[in-house]
């Protein structure tokens, strides 16, 4: 099981935990949410609970949450330029059907 930022992800969350002056890494999970069920969550972390697990990847955490691990095992964060919108993109091979928007997924 693992979850994997790509080198742009990497570089963008460090940038946020400098500027933020504090921090563990981020939390990556999942919410009932839209119109397909499901929709991703990324905040920061100041402490680690007993059972997240922790994905390290070029000194940057990702920390996960047992019950969302289940929905996100295998999903690659990255952080993607397009035109002036700038953001985090998640591929997660266990998405079986997304919204028209692209807010919300369906496993």
């Known amino acids: ?13 460090k940038t946020f ?3 933020r002056g504090k921090g563990e890494g981020v939390r990556l999970g999942i919410k009932t949410s839209g119109c ?3 929709a991703y969550v990324l905040e920061f972390v100041d402490e680690i609970n007993s059972d997240d697990r922790v994905f390290e990847q070029d000194g940057v955490k990702v920390i996960v949450d047992e019950k969302s691990l289940v929905y996100l095992d295998g999903t690659q964060l990255d952080f993607v330029k397009e035109g002036l919108n700038e953001g985090f993109k998640f591929t997660n091979p266990n998405v079986k059907d997304e919204c028209g928007c692209g807010e919300s997924f369906n496993v």
């Open 1 to 13: 099981m693992a979850v994997t930022l790509s080198q742009s992800a990497v570089e963008r969350v």
């Open 17 to 19: 935990l400098e500027k």
């Open 36 to 38: 397909s069920g499901m």
